[in-house]
């Protein structure tokens, strides 16, 4: 199985900050790569697929990055609406995995 | 619009069953794979099973296979989830998400039900 690691596991921020969040597979996933938002009480939504692509509706201040093991969720200028948590999630090969989340909280 | 509407959800004992519904609407169903996805509480999400368009590819985390099966009729719109031999760790909201034709991802979420899995 492919283990999917995230980082930092939670982040205090302001809004307006430039915050950043890793995840890396323990093996290569090429591009098979979704980020997700979930705020509490609710479903995730999808923010990026296939690392990089902005999935519709979804805000360009979301960025994706990152190929092979290594991937980066950017947002640029953080809003209110973006406290939540967010997870990676690798569509290689299954079983299909997720990363352990990072929450993104009030400084 | 799409729509995904879970039900099916409730509390069970250990050992005991449940079959879990989702209900799709706003686009068509036949041309999509689909997941269950599961949250156990307070926890992170953790992919349970997928079945393509035609029930022709069915996967299964591995602690559900044996147990857990996924199923869909197109003529009904509906996808479900049989479970049976249920454990306490089986306690989680349970989703059922699209998954888009660009890979297994999951684009649209329905809202969840919660399995309990408590003597």
């Known amino acids: 199985d492919i283990q999917m690691t995230q980082s930092p596991s939670s982040v205090s921020a302001s809004v307006g900050d430039r915050v950043t969040i890793t995840c890396r597979a323990s093996r290569s996933i090429s591009s098979w790569l979704a980020w997700y938002q979930q705020k509490p009480g609710k479903a995730p939504t999808l923010l990026i697929y296939?690392?990089?692509t902005l999935q519709s509706g979804v805000p360009s201040r979301f960025s994706g990055s990152g190929s092979g093991t290594d991937f980066t969720l950017t947002i640029s200028s953080l809003q209110p609406e973006d406290f939540a948590t967010y997870y990676c999630?690798?569509?290689?090969?299954?079983?299909?995995?997720f990363g352990g989340g990072t929450k993104v909280e009030t400084k | 619009e799409v729509q995904l509407v879970e039900s099916g959800g409730g509390l069970v004992k250990p050992g005991g069953s449940l079959r879990l519904s989702c209900a799709a609407s706003?686009?068509?169903?036949?041309?999509?794979?689909m997941n269950w996805v599961r949250q156990a509480p307070g926890k992170g999400l953790e992919w349970v099973s997928c079945?393509?368009?035609?029930?022709?590819?069915?996967y299964y985390t591995d602690s559900v296979k044996g147990r857990f099966t996924i199923s869909r009729d197109n003529a009904k719109n509906s996808l479900y989830l049989q479970m049976n031999s249920l454990r306490a760790e089986d306690t989680a909201v349970y989703y059922c998400a699209r998954a888009p034709s660009s890979g297994w991802y999951n684009d649209y979420w329905g809202q969840g039900t919660l399995v309990t899995v408590s003597s």
């Open positions: 296939s690392a990089s």
């Open positions: 999630q690798q569509a290689n090969s299954f079983p299909l995995t």
């Open positions: 706003g686009f068509t169903f036949s041309n999509f794979g």
């Open positions: 079945i393509d368009r035609t029930s022709g590819y069915i």
